[in-house]
């Protein structure tokens, strides 16, 4: 096995950086050979067999390529949770995990009903149905692979999700919404002139309808959600957003404008302003 790993970190290096590499090497025998942290570290003496060693050198040779690992291995963990994850489908972010931790903190509803526009994997919907007791939660996608990748990560975490079509952009198709209480989404918004600053791994691999939208309508989703949030939000119901860092001020002062209060920009663990929450209070203010 010592041989195996001096292997990987010869072909992933000047590829990788080498905290990169470390993180690579565990995933990979994890994969490989079923290892949990403890046995990787104890049972290095161990040798491969040959089929263990070609599937070893075949993750590497993807790797190489620029290959998310998460798309290579065909899971990852979000929030504690087991994922699915798949060519087609954005993989998920350790930012995003603390936009779930926010909305799980404020909630304060014993039956939130919640809607997360733009699944994705599911990770969002999955979770924050997995940590809130007694929640109704739906997803909706305008990709029928994240659609049917969110409906595998709820069986896989044996969660009751509703996973739907649904264009935001457009109203299509048609839709009967419940009453809700939440309303969360982690839309595109990502600028084409960024596209220079995104890694080779992301641009290459991951999918652009999740990632991008043109340079003159950076907001074009969060406008258009708010406005969904209009008519479907509770009173006093709460809208959530995960944001592009180079648009917190623009989009709270959206939301000021479309009539939510309480609007507040909270930076993640990078410092980087990242998530947003407003309150749509339509009969006054509400004691939350």
């Not at 050979?33 to 161990?46: A, I, M």
């Not at 526009?117 to 996608?141: F, H, P, Y």
């Not at 939301?255 to 909270?266: A, M, Q, T, V």
Request: net charge negative; aromatic share 8%; charged share 30%.
């Amino acid at each position: 096995m010592k041989a195996g790993i001096a292997s990987i970190r010869k072909e992933l290096a000047g590829i990788y950086s080498n905290e990169e590499i470390e993180s690579l090497i565990f995933l990979i025998f994890e994969k490989v050979k079923g290892y949990s942290r403890t046995q990787f570290l104890l049972d290095r003496e161990e040798n491969l067999t040959g089929e263990e060693l070609l599937e070893m050198n075949q993750i590497v040779s993807r790797l190489k390529s620029h290959e998310p690992i998460q798309y290579i291995l065909g899971d990852t963990e979000f929030f504690g949770l087991p994922f699915y994850s798949v060519p087609g489908v954005l993989i998920p972010r350790p930012e995003t995990e603390e936009l779930v931790q926010w909305i799980i903190q404020e909630n304060k509803l014993a039956e939130p009903t919640v809607l997360d526009i733009g699944t994705g994997s599911g990770c969002i919907a999955v979770s924050l149905r997995k940590n809130i007791l007694n929640s109704t939660v739906l997803a909706c996608d305008i990709s029928r692979i994240c659609i049917e990748t969110t409906r595998r990560n709820a069986e896989l975490n044996r969660t009751d999700v509703t996973v739907f079509e649904f264009d935001i952009l457009n109203g299509a198709p048609k839709v009967d919404f419940p009453e809700l209480d939440i309303i969360v989404s982690n839309p595109p918004y990502i600028r084409e002139t960024e596209k220079l600053l995104i890694e080779k791994n992301v641009l290459e691999y991951e999918p652009e309808l999740a990632l991008f939208v043109p340079d003159d309508e950076p907001l074009i989703f969060y406008t258009r959600i708010a406005d969904f949030a209009q008519v479907h939000l509770n009173d006093g119901g709460s809208l959530y957003f995960e944001i592009n860092e180079a648009f917190g001020k623009e989009c709270v002062e959206m939301l000021r404008i479309k009539g939510f209060s309480e609007i507040k920009l909270k930076r993640d663990i990078h410092n980087k302003d990242r998530m947003i929450r407003s309150l749509l209070l339509k009969s006054g203010l509400i004691d939350r």
